[in-house]
């Protein structure tokens, strides 16, 4: 449950929003963290570059090579390089000790620069001062600063994370209204439209245009229940007429035995179609709650066997035989509508027996827990049901070779819950059970 | 016992009445509100089984009319509307039961019956005369304890004397009450009848039960 809402987060929209979001913000600030990190390193060369310059224009004004070679004295972190240009002769007057150069590992711990002067006198001798100055504190305070460009950089990108989950929230909050609402009408059996949020943007549009879906869907359920009822009831008179008449004249002494058992199956066949036809109308009542309820105290025992005694023929045409295990010495009362829950009783019990492999047995066990009584109806089947829960919506059939509409566990699951009962179906090792809970 | 039919499908009307007959009920059955209501302003009949959906008057129309009318026939609906809205309706209106459509013969012979045992007739379900005792839930007649086995149109009109004892019964009067709508006034059934019940009932020793009053009827008296 716990990683399925985990994996859930992943998969949702707002995680998806976050991490759009995120890249698209920490890309801005990598990129504008780098420009910014290189000006401000330019800034601090070209800075430490001027300061570097004036103080070697200064190192050169004191430089004289005439009549004697005085020198400037500089500090221990100074290297110096002075050379004196005579027309095409250079000659090096003074070199620091451990003057970095392009040969020494140090040569790039230090900033150089070079300076001209010029004799008065004499325009073809010059002194070249090269000054080179260790940048040592110069790399610390660019260590120091992207140190704290990279803090900046990882609380930006937190801050973006948490920003961005509350403004995707905010975001979504609309859109997770309209899914609440719809969960709520998906769980109830009624079709009702979605409020309108007050704000006419997209969401409002969204809604508008999901309740114009739900009105036509509405409409069309609307319409199918009506045909159902309608057919149900144009389908009553014909079949009356057919079923009056085969019972008022299947007594005729004149009629052959032959004939009679021909009357006898169109009867039972008629008797199906009737059956259906309360099936359509149950269909078109049961949404609309238009199914009237009367809770009595009923002797469930007795309904048991009275429910076998009317699939007596039924089961002999199945080769099939019911066993009963009462675990109970007195008769069980349940608080219920008689006639839906013999409805419910007698299409588990037909369906076991239709669907029972020929020749074995369809068990029916009936137990209690502290607030229900439990009734078992097992049968052993030839092959895999398929999709349990499947089997309790409507038209959907387990073996389209056998006999039925695909109504029958339909009907009883919504019957079954309209009494405040419960029915749950499952298949394991060849046996399907359907459990039915009765409250106490 | 005599019911009214009112059940505009022709062939249902037809098989209705024929099973009602087999079982020894005298029926009538018209295909429409009106012609109904007219029947039953002569206050003949015992139960009226209703169609609702009738061209004219509808099966409810046809109801609230029998209560203006005054009209306290018992009333089975029996309809192909199933709401249960129509029930109630139905019901409220004073019809005793709702039978939805197809609906089985058995079912409907039994309900009428409960309809008697309801007593929602006027007469006693058990009439005895002398040494007769004729049960009109059994539709079974003794002498004695000894059954008499009578054709349904003798035990309607052996029903009709015993109810009337000691009272004239006219010769319209059994027509009306023993006969379908369309009995023809002019032919000598109804003395056919009475020729035979009296054979029958002189084979069991109740000679002269049935006396007739010259030029104006019939009479049942118990004394021998």
Known sequence: MQSNKFINF?????????????????????IVGQILLNFTENQLFKAFDRSLKSRAEFLISRVDVSPYV???????????LINYQYFDTTNQIFKSADFPDSNSGTFNNYRFITVFQNDDDNEQTQIQLTLALPIKQLQSDLDHIKNIFLICFLCSLM??????????????????????????????????????????DELFVLTNTINNMLIRIKENGQLQKNFFASAAHELRTPLAVMKTGIEVNISNPKLSE?????????????????????????????????????????????????????????????????????????????NSDLRKLEHVLLNLMENAIKYAKTSTAVKVYINQNQNEWICEIENITDKHTGETQSLLEAFYRGNPLKEGHGLGLWISNQLAKIVGSTISISWSEFVFKATLKMPK | MKILVIEDERKLAKFIKQGLEQQGYIVDAVFSGTEGLNLLSGGIYDVVLLDLMLPGQTGFEVLKNMRSFNIKVPVIILSALSDPEKVVEGLDLGALDYIRKPFDFAELLARIRAVKRKGAFDNDLIIEVADLRMDLIKHEIYKAGKKLELTNREFALLDLFMRKKDKLITKTEIAEKVWEVDFDMGSNVIEVHIYQLRKKLDEIGMKNLISTVVGRGYKMADAE
Not at chain 1, 178 to 189: P, R, Y
Request: include cysteine; aromatic fraction near 10%.
């Open chain 1, 10 to 30: 992943f998969r949702g929209l707002r995680f998806k929003i976050m991490l759009s979001t995120s890249i698209v913000l920490i890309s801005v600030f990598v």
């Open chain 1, 70 to 80: 005085i020198l400037p004295p500089i500090t221990a972190d100074e290297k110096m």
């Open chain 1, 159 to 200: 801050l973006v994370f948490v920003a961005v989950y509350f403004v995707s929230t905010w975001f979504l909050k609309p859109i997770r209204n309209i899914t609440n609402k719809a969960s709520k009408i998906v769980s109830t059996d009624t079709i009702e439209e979605l409020p309108l949020p007050n704000n006419k």
């Open chain 1, 258 to 334: 032959e004939t009679k058992s021909y009357f006898e199956e169109y009867l039972q066949e008629i008797n199906r179609i009737s059956r259906l036809l309360e099936d359509f109308l149950l269909i078109s009542r049961s949404e609309t709650g238009n199914i009237p309820v009367l809770i009595q105290e009923i002797n469930f025992t007795q309904l048991i066997y009275e429910t076998i005694e009317k699939l007596k023929s039924f089961c002999d045409e199945y080769e099939i035989k019911i066993e009963i295990h009462l675990n109970e010495n007195q008769d069980i009362i349940v």
